[in-house]
């Protein structure tokens, strides 16, 4: 048994609405690292905005952030001491002990990743579960075709990005929402969707109509929901006979302090037979080996980028990277704090 000096984030309190710094605490300990297990030494954290639901009470679908612990999440790092073949010193790893400096594990609980040609961080983003949950929503719960119509919100986002590149490389025509002009110039310019709006520049039904007339498509075969609210009810009206609708967020409503009300043109649900499908990419794990097959080669080709942002160094920074993110407006693709220089 040996022990090393850590530092890693504590929640202390419930956040009410919007998140604020003193509902967090970063805090000293030696952490106790037991015989067989491996040390990690944390590179690269991921900030994603499901952390908010698990700061809450029982309002998610994954057990509550604990009071008093060091939060959890994706992060990469470097094993420092090993006494296993299969994850030796110096591999870098991903695991899901991010939030804190050094983390303590099982040797099971580390996945040593390929970094040959690839950045460590691809393996949080289009690599990760960032880019599991944009091909899982694509393909498995939306049944993507070749050459459909496909529509996707917070499109400069970290799913967004990937999923509307995914959808680009199956010949799909795409449209992309997000929070700026420069924004959607990335979206275009960068991940390739054949046109991007903003959506602060009016109604998302009056945007979403007009950006269908400019790629000459009447309607969309798929929308890729990471919003809700406004984006939802939007979508739903711009649908297509047969359209699918995969909800995988709701950024738009997660600091609410009130139920939000639904979209209210579900009856087109039924005119066009649509369907709608909620997932947690977490359900579909055995699926990974096809996702990593398809989406390596297509990120070793250059034809799928992994964007990221990175929104904090140090761990002192970790929560601000964290409340950067929700804001959204500083960052495009994954967004990532760094753990060490
Ligand atoms: N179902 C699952 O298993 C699963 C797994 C992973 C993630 N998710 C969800 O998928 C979504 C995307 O995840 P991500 O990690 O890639 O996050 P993300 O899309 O990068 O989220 C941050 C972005 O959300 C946008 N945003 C913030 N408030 C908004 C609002 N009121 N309306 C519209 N856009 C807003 C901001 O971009 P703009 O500047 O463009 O507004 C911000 O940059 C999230 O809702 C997340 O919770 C679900």
Known sequence: M?????????????????????????VTTDLVVEPGQVLVRNTVMSVEPYMRGRMSEGTSYVEPYALGEAMTGHATGVVERSDDAA???GSVVVHQHGWREYA??????????????????????????TGFTAWVG?????????????????AAGGVGAIAGQLARAR???????????????????????????DYHDGPVR????????????????????????EHLEAAIRAMRDNGRIALCGAIAVYNATEPVPGPRNLLLMIWRRLRMEGFIVGDHDSRQPDFLAEVTALVREGRVVSPET???????????GFLTLLDGRAVIGKALVALED
């Open 2 to 26: 040996s022990t090393v000096r850590n530092r890693e984030v504590h929640l202390v309190r419930r956040p009410v609405g919007t998140p604020v710094p003193d509902d967090v605490d970063v």
């Open 87 to 89: 994850v030796p010193v």
């Open 104 to 129: 303590a594990l099982a040797p099971q609980d580390v996945e040593v990743v390929d970094i040959d040609g690839l950045k460590a961080t691809d393996h949080l983003g289009a690599l990760g579960q």
């Open 138 to 154: 694509l393909n498995l719960v939306a049944g993507l075709q070749q050459e459909e119509t496909v529509f996707v919100s917070s």
């Open 171 to 197: 010949g799909c025509t795409t449209i992309g929402s997000c929070g700026s002009a420069d924004k959607a110039k990335r979206v275009m310019g960068d991940f390739g969707f054949d046109t991007a709006f």
């Open 206 to 229: 009056d945007l979403l109509a007009d950006a269908l007339k400019e790629v000459g498509r009447p309607g969309l075969d798929v929308y890729f929901d990471n919003v809700g609210a």
């Open 310 to 320: 990175y929104v904090g160094h140090g761990i002192e920074e970790a929560f601000s």
